[in-house]
C-alpha cells in the first residue's frame, strides 16, 4: 500500500516576508527622510530669522542715528527754552513710563501726533518716533543739586552753594543732561527701541 506524502511548499510564505521587511526598511527610511527634511526646512527657517532680526537691528541703529541727528536741531537745549516743554516731542522732566515697557515714556508708546518728534519716512518701511526728556524733576530752571547733571565742574568754590569764586553762579542749562527716546516699527510688527544720554 503507498502512502501519500504531503509536501509543504514554504517558498511563497519566505518571499512574502521578505516581501514585509523590505516594505518596512523602506517606510523606516521615508520616515527618516522626512524627519531630515523637516530639521532643515527648520534650519533654513532659524537661519532666515536671524538674519532678519540682525538686519531689522541694525537699521533701528541707523534710524536711531537719524533721529539723534534731527533732536539736535529741533529743540534748544540752553536756558530759559529748555526749562519748559518746547512740543514736538520735547519735555522738560521725565514723562511716566509704559506699564509693559519700563523705562520708555508712555507718550512714545501712544504715538500720539504733536506728542513725539517724528522723521521722514525713508525707503526702509520704518516708522521713526522719539522723544527727548530733560532730566529734571520739575520743569523750570535746573538745578544741580535735583537734576542730572553730568559735566558740572566747580572751579574753586564750595559744592554746598555751586559758585565758582571768580564769575558768575553755576549755570545749571548749560550741563543739564537729556535722554533721547527713539521708536522704531518695522514692518510685520517689529518694534525697536533705543535709549542715549545728551548732554
Do not use: W
Request: hydrophobic share 40%; with cysteine.
Amino acid at each position: 500500500m503507498k502512502t501519500k506524502r504531503t509536501v509543504i511548499k514554504k517558498h511563497g510564505s519566505l518571499r512574502r516576508q521578505k516581501g514585509m521587511v523590505s516594505t518596512l526598511i523602506a517606510i523606516i527610511v521615508l520616515v527618516v527622510s522626512l524627519f531630515a527634511a523637516v530639521a532643515l526646512m527648520r534650519s533654513v527657517d532659524t537661519s532666515n530669522t536671524i538674519a532678519g532680526s540682525l538686519t531689522f537691528r541694525q537699521g533701528v541703529v541707523q534710524e536711531a542715528e537719524r533721529a539723534y541727528v534731527a533732536s539736535r536741531t529741533a529743540f534748544t537745549y540752553t536756558e530759559p527754552a529748555s526749562d519748559t516743554n518746547q512740543g514736538g516731542g520735547y519735555y522738560s522732566f521725565p514723562q511716566p513710563e509704559d506699564a509693559t515697557h519700563p523705562d520708555i515714556p508712555a507718550v512714545l508708546t501712544a504715538n500720539a501726533a504733536g506728542t513725539v518728534g517724528t522723521l521722514a519716512a525713508l525707503n526702509t518701511e520704518n516708522t521713526v518716533t522719539y522723544v527727548v526728556e530733560r532730566l529734571c524733576p520739575a520743569a523750570g530752571p535746573a538745578s544741580p543739586t535735583t537734576c542730572v547733571v553730568p559735566g558740572a565742574s566747580i572751579e574753586g568754590g564750595s559744592v554746598s552753594n555751586q559758585t565758582k569764586d571768580n564769575g558768575p553762579p553755576f549755570n545749571s542749562g548749560a550741563y543739564a543732561a537729556f535722554r533721547l527716546t527713539v521708536r522704531v516699527a518695522g514692518p510685520k510688527g517689529s518694534i525697536g527701541y533705543v535709549q542715549t544720554i545728551l548732554h
